[in-house]
């Protein structure tokens, strides 16, 4: 149980033999600024700490994205200040990988032979999740292994020190250290990890599992990836949104092809979302279940005012869960995707005499952010194919059939 002092959380985290270990993390606004281990000594002594049937058989890694969130320092280094003297004391065998650039979780990914099996623990944002699969693909096809059978597995824990943390908060892992308690104590179990794909009009193919926006969220994510919002927690979502609000002009006209299907509208917000939430306490997408192999669609019209558009986004600070979206006035756009087919293609609308703003071609994927308008004017990129985007299904070409713990 977790009681709260001021800015402190004390969790009992696990005992092993006669000795209880607590965690002690004090957060300052939305960020844990530290996390200490305190271990005392119980009169009655538990059982042998048991090993969930998948460590017994994989090979365990920690990957410690040092930079997601807002970084490490002494005070709040999660795995050496938690996971390391837990992990020594219960004598699990690890690896841990500190990333040390850019690259380090795209070179990292090419390096899982597969041939084993793997549990693997993030300790990371989504980002940091979402590059280390999409970086998989690009090695596992030489060998790619055609029966699902036969694929090692490759199971994925994220324990969230990211910004937003959407994936963590969606499959209801809130706060490291409760995250640990729940890994440690073999209250997890594991589910499939349901994927999808975004193809770009240069025929490259993202891998996603959380969001796919333009409009809005697109603007804002790439908004917040410049220097004066970095090393904000949270907070930096709205101090951004106060200036795309103010100076953007919130209009993209989309058409939407699904099978025989066609829709043209003009929106301000325009997203296909897995996850029901963005963050902890951000659920836009009450219907979205992680593991329920579902797209939903979520657009706000471009004809709201901004105080209209700003109710409706913020109102997914007050959903729950299979909480039906308010949409008396008809410009709220919510419903499940069909995927089946050639999937849904999504078309930006220009006009040939004038060229849209550049931010009007923001996109967000999975904290990916491109821009459609560079995308189009690469070499080699057909007319035909300029401004538009297909959402399909994940064709597993993986060796590795890939599982998340929740």
């Known amino acids: 149980m977790t009681t709260e002092i001021d800015s402190l959380e004390r969790l009992k985290l696990v005992q092993i033999g006669d000795m209880v270990y607590d965690v002690v993390a004090e957060k300052k606004g939305s960020k844990y600024s530290s ?5 005392y000594k119980c009169t009655e002594e538990s059982a042998a700490l048991e090993v969930h049937s998948l460590l017994a058989s994989s090979e365990l890694v920690v990957i410690d994205s040092i930079c997601s969130g807002v970084g490490r320092t002494g005070q709040n280094d999660f795995y050496n200040n938690v996971m390391k003297p837990v992990f020594k004391e219960a004598n699990f065998k690890h690896k841990y990988i500190r990333t040390e650039g850019e690259d380090s979780i795209k070179d990292l990914a090419t390096k899982f032979e597969a041939s084993k099996d793997y549990t693997i623990i993030f300790l990371s944002g989504d980002t940091s999740v979402s590059e280390f699969i999409n970086n998989l693909t690009k090695v596992q096809k030489e060998n790619f292994i055609s029966c699902s059978e036969n694929k090692r597995q490759m199971n994925i824990f994220t324990i969230p ?16 250290h409760q995250v640990f308690q729940k890994f440690l104590n073999n209250e997890l179990i594991i589910k499939d990890f349901p994927l999808y794909t975004v193809t770009l009009p240069n025929k490259k193919t993202i891998i996603f599992f959380i969001i796919f926006s333009m409009g809005f969220h697109a603007n804002l994510l790439h908004a917040c990836d410049s220097d004066e919002y970095q090393k904000m927690g ?24 699904n099978g025989s299907e066609s829709i043209s509208r003009n929106y301000a917000y325009f997203a296909i979302i897995n996850t029901p939430n963005l963050e902890l306490n951000y659920m836009p997408s009450p219907d979205s279940d992680v593991f329920k192999n579902e797209l939903h669609l979520l657009g706000y019209d471009a004809s709201l005012s901004t105080e209209k558009l700003v109710n409706k986004i913020m109102a997914g600070y007050s959903y729950k869960e299979r909480e039906k979206i308010n949409n008396k006035d008809n410009l709220t756009y919510y419903y499940p995707v069909n995927l089946s087919g050639t999937g849904l293609q999504i078309i930006l609308e220009t006009d040939s005499d004038k060229k849209l703003e550049k931010y009007k071609y923001d996109i967000c994927c999975d904290g990916l952010l491109l821009n459609l308008d560079d995308i189009n004017n690469q070499h080699g990129v057909a007319e035909s194919n300029k401004n538009k985007i297909t959402i399909s299904k994940f064709p597993n070409d993986l060796n590795f059939q890939l599982n998340l713990f929740a």
């Open 234 to 257: 949270t907070e930096r979502f709205a101090k951004a949104s106060e200036n795309i609000f103010k100076n953007y002009d919130l209009n993209i006209g989309l058409t939407t092809k």
């Open 161 to 176: 020190l990211g910004t937003g943390n959407a994936l963590a908060s969606s499959i209801h892992l809130s706060s490291p």
């Open 35 to 39: 996390f200490k281990l305190e271990s």
